[in-house]
């Protein structure tokens, strides 16, 4: 386990894997150029679909950074959608791009452009569908390409800087720890858990890591922002929209004019939710949210000071360990189930009897069957049936009520036993007790890029960052690949949706860190 896998290059300079060849490129970066002299250009191509009937809010983009220092060439690919490469491993739920669209598009720019396909980082910004989002595959590579393509041909001298914004209102952990050691994640297809069982909420990465890239004089050509965010349900209509990134590029390029391109990098968000993700008061509307975050970053854009830099790329396979727990957990869940559905007997009321006494009994504790004379008056003659009723009464609401969150947990773990079936099933049909994973890094002056193919958590990402020596360090994750989630080792026991909806072993974050820490390091 955490073995490379190298991919070696045919004659001609082509991949012949699946286009994530691995080391630096400099040797393989053809004419470029001057040395010492940093070239950049931009594109984006629309890739939303051209089904009819659909709604769309605001289209979805495949945007195009070409960075070149005269050694070395990048390409980073900003895609608003949903994962890179999830199609099979979701069984379908995230259907839009296909596993062949990475290797197929890396190959065809390493061929015609001669960027190689180490090289080029495709980021998913995560946005979520109410159906089918993108174009069909064919044209997704191909517009993606075209992207890239015109982002070379306009290619221009520039200087880059990098630096940091913070925005901490429009996000929020969506694990819940709870007062028995466990953990409960906010999602719409289970309820919350009751108040008084909720001990803290989880963390968050505020941090906004940010890329500046000016022509020579001074005009702003691209800015790259990265943020740890989860755009779930964007538009309140269920319209395709790419979410609060989308709406925080727009603010980001309306304010610094030129033709300047914000390109959106989804960071360590696996286990982040936006505040109003179940507010069920307010209508579904991430554009508020995008608007704070493109401010946020503006505010420090403006501080960042731009220079030359050099370029630097590395790119490694290794292999994660699968998990092998899930039969247990399983197990586990069903010895749940059955003392719960155990619990659900000798049950008096009905809904329609529950709710009349619990309203009555919320609303006048003290004298909740009539008016407070009459138990005055029971009181002074002795006669005490008021208050026999009452307690009747009020075992029959409690036990109506731990009903009612019986019900609650009994939803979350048939969620959870069918989840992790799905799973069991993935990674028995997968016939390998590992599954690759590509981390990238790119340092672009003193400022680093790295990548993961999961559904990388807070923590995860924290860590990382932590442990780089370089104080511009950005995760991003949910890039060259998918692999849902990738939860830390301490969260396996504690039973939250990521841990759930998740392939990877524990061992899986040690093996990461360890070699993210690496690649950072001989950068």
């Given at each position: 386990?955490?073995?490379?896998?190298?991919?070696?290059?045919?004659?001609?300079?082509?991949?012949?894997?699946?286009?994530?060849?691995?080391?630096?490129?400099?040797?393989?970066?053809?004419a470029?150029?001057?040395?010492?002299?940093?070239?950049?250009?931009?594109?984006?191509?629309?890739?939303?679909?051209?089904?009819?009937?659909?709604?769309?809010?605001?289209?979805?983009y495949?945007?195009?950074?070409?960075?070149?220092?005269?050694?070395?060439?990048?390409?980073?690919?900003?895609m608003?959608?949903?994962?890179?490469?999830?199609?099979?491993?979701?069984?379908?739920?995230?259907?839009?791009?296909?596993?062949?669209?990475?290797?197929?598009?890396?190959?065809?720019?390493?061929?015609?452009?001669?960027?190689?396909?180490?090289?080029?980082?495709?980021?998913?910004?995560?946005?979520?569908?109410?159906?089918?989002?993108?174009?069909?595959?064919?044209?997704?590579?191909?517009?993606?390409?075209?992207?890239?393509?015109?982002?070379?041909?306009?290619?221009?001298?520039?200087?880059?800087?990098?630096?940091?914004?913070?925005?901490?209102?429009?996000?929020?952990?969506?694990?819940?720890?709870?007062?028995?050691?466990?953990?409960?994640?906010?999602?719409?297809?289970?309820?919350?858990?009751?108040?008084?069982?909720?001990?803290?909420?989880?963390?968050?990465?505020?941090?906004?890591?940010i890329?500046?890239?000016?022509r020579?004089?001074?005009?702003?050509?691209?800015?790259?922002?990265?943020?740890?965010?989860?755009?779930?349900?964007?538009?309140?209509?269920g319209?395709?929209?790419?979410?609060?990134?989308?709406?925080?590029?727009?603010?980001?390029?309306?304010?610094?004019?030129?033709?300047?391109?914000?390109?959106?990098?989804?960071?360590?968000?696996?286990?982040?939710?936006?505040?109003?993700?179940?507010?069920?008061?307010?209508?579904?509307?991430?554009?508020?949210?995008?608007?704070?975050?493109?401010?946020?970053?503006?505010?420090?854009?403006?501080?960042?000071?731009?220079?030359?830099?050099?370029?630097?790329?590395?790119?490694e396979?290794i292999?994660?360990?699968?998990?092998?727990?899930?039969?247990?957990?399983?197990?586990?869940?069903?010895?749940?189930?059955?003392?719960?559905?155990?619990?659900?007997?000798?049950?008096?009321?009905n809904?329609?009897?529950?709710?009349?006494?619990?309203?009555?009994?919320?609303?006048?504790?003290?004298?909740?069957?009539?008016?407070?004379?009459?138990?005055?008056?029971?009181?002074?003659?002795?006669?005490?049936?008021?208050?026999?009723?009452d307690?009747?009464?009020?075992?029959?609401?409690?036990?109506?009520?731990?009903?009612?969150?019986?019900?609650?947990?009994?939803a979350?773990?048939?969620?959870?036993?069918?989840?992790?079936?799905?799973?069991?099933?993935?990674?028995?049909?997968?016939?390998?007790?590992?599954?690759?994973?590509?981390?990238?890094?790119?340092?672009?002056?003193?400022c680093?890029?790295?990548?993961?193919?999961?559904?990388?958590?807070?923590?995860?990402?924290?860590?990382?960052?932590?442990?780089?020596?370089?104080?511009?360090?950005?995760m991003?994750?949910?890039?060259?690949?998918?692999?849902?989630?990738?939860?830390?080792?301490?969260?396996?026991?504690?039973?939250?949706?990521?841990?759930?909806?998740?392939?990877?072993?524990?061992q899986?974050?040690?093996?990461?860190?360890?070699?993210?820490?690496?690649?950072?390091?001989?950068?």
């Open positions: 386990m955490g073995a490379m896998n190298r991919k070696r290059f045919s004659k001609t300079g082509i991949d012949t894997g699946n286009g994530t060849a691995i080391g630096s490129s400099a040797s393989m970066s053809g470029g150029a001057p040395a010492g002299s940093l070239r950049a250009g931009v594109a984006k191509s629309n890739i939303t679909t051209d089904a009819k009937g659909v709604v769309i809010n605001d289209p979805l495949a945007k195009a950074l070409v960075l070149d220092d005269g050694r070395t060439k990048v390409a980073i690919i900003a608003d959608t949903t994962a890179i490469g999830g199609r099979r491993i979701t069984q379908g739920m995230l259907d839009d791009v296909g596993d062949d669209f990475l290797p197929k598009l890396r190959r065809r720019i390493q061929k015609e452009l001669k960027i190689p396909g180490c090289n080029v980082l495709v980021n998913a910004s995560h946005t979520h569908p109410p159906g089918r989002l993108l174009c069909d595959d064919a044209s997704q590579v191909n517009r993606t390409f075209d992207a890239v393509s015109r982002a070379l041909q306009n290619m221009t001298k520039v200087k880059v800087g990098w630096g940091r914004g913070y925005e901490d209102r429009i996000t929020m952990n969506r694990t819940l720890m709870l007062k028995n050691g466990k953990s409960w994640t906010i999602r719409h297809t289970n309820p919350c858990p009751p108040d008084e069982e909720v001990a803290g909420v989880g963390p968050i990465d505020p941090e906004i890591g890329l500046r890239i000016d020579m004089d001074g005009r702003p050509l691209a800015v790259v922002y990265n943020f740890a965010g989860h755009p779930l349900f964007g538009d309140p209509r319209a395709i929209t790419a979410n609060f990134p989308g709406f925080a590029s727009k603010v980001i390029e309306a304010n610094l004019g030129h033709d300047a391109m914000a390109l959106f990098l989804q960071g360590a968000g696996g286990d982040i939710m936006d505040v109003f993700f179940k507010d069920f008061n307010r209508p579904r509307d991430t554009k508020p949210l995008g608007i704070m975050l493109g401010l946020s970053t503006l505010k420090a854009l403006k501080d960042i000071q731009t220079q030359d830099a050099k370029l630097s790329v590395i790119s396979t292999k994660l360990p699968r998990r092998t727990d899930i039969p247990e957990r399983i197990k586990s869940l069903q010895q749940e189930q059955a003392e719960l559905l155990e619990c659900l007997r000798f049950t008096s009321l809904f329609k009897a529950f709710l009349p006494l619990y309203i009555k009994y919320a609303l006048s504790p003290d004298y909740p069957a009539d008016y407070s004379y009459r138990y005055l008056q029971d009181k002074k003659i002795g006669a005490d049936e008021l208050a026999a009723m307690f009747h009464n009020r075992q029959s609401i409690e036990k109506y009520l731990k009903n009612i969150y019986a019900m609650e947990k009994l979350r773990i048939q969620d959870k036993i069918a989840t992790l079936k799905k799973h069991q099933a993935l990674n028995k049909e997968a016939g390998e007790a590992t599954i690759p994973a590509e981390v990238q890094g790119i340092k672009i002056g003193d680093v890029l790295i990548t993961s193919p999961a559904e990388v958590l807070v923590e995860v990402g924290l860590n990382v960052k932590k442990a780089s020596p370089y104080k511009y360090t950005f991003a994750a949910f890039s060259n690949g998918y692999m849902h989630y990738g939860p830390p080792a301490g969260a396996y026991s504690k039973g939250g949706y990521e841990v759930t909806e998740c392939l990877l072993a524990p899986w974050q040690k093996i990461y860190e360890r070699k993210a820490g690496e690649i950072i390091r001989r950068l």
